[in-house]
């Protein structure tokens, strides 16, 4: 990988705050000419530090009013079961987000779905069942105080 400089810094923090955001705009407020600035933002995506453009949506208003992180223990801690349990996870809709973990158990799962029922159906016909889990505990989020996805680079 290549070292960041300043500029890959700034239009870094630029994109995760507008992902939209036009080379002109970009290049504008790190003040270079277009051109470099195109260069460097196919170079920081080509080296990996640029993983995806993605539009960032509004649960509530889709409709996903239920989100709650799961507590996942394994059976054991075989290198076939953790395998075959991340195989699964990476099918599952409801999981956006999946973490093995360090401590009381193996895995902490970020779910989102529409309600609790959705919830309970999700937990009973598709987690619980996976041959590899011993144990769910589940965490319900009542309200997100802070949400962001930006890696602030200075």
């Not at 705050?17 to 195109?38: C, H, M």
């Not at 509004?58 to 409709?63: C, D, M």
């Not at 999981?95 to 009973?124: P, R, S, W």
Request: one cysteine or more; aromatic letters at 8%.
């Amino acid at each position: 990988m290549t070292h960041l400089d300043d500029l890959d810094k700034k239009i870094l923090n630029l994109l995760q705050q507008n992902s939209k955001a036009n080379i002109k705009e970009i290049s504008l407020k790190i003040g270079l000419t277009q051109t470099p600035t195109y260069e460097r933002i196919k170079r920081l995506e080509k080296n990996g530090y640029i993983e995806k453009y993605v539009a960032i949506l509004n649960k509530e208003k889709i409709g996903f009013h239920v989100e709650v992180f799961c507590q996942v223990t394994l059976l054991v801690h075989s290198k076939d079961l953790i395998t075959k349990f991340e195989l699964a996870i990476h099918k599952i809709d409801e999981v956006v987000e999946c973490f093995h973990v360090a401590g009381n158990y193996d895995y902490l799962l970020k779910i989102i779905v529409k309600d609790m029922n959705t919830y309970q159906n999700f937990l009973k016909n598709k987690l619980s069942v996976l041959d590899s889990v011993a144990n769910v505990q589940s965490t319900f989020v009542m309200t997100s105080t802070k949400k962001t996805s930006i890696l602030k680079l200075t």
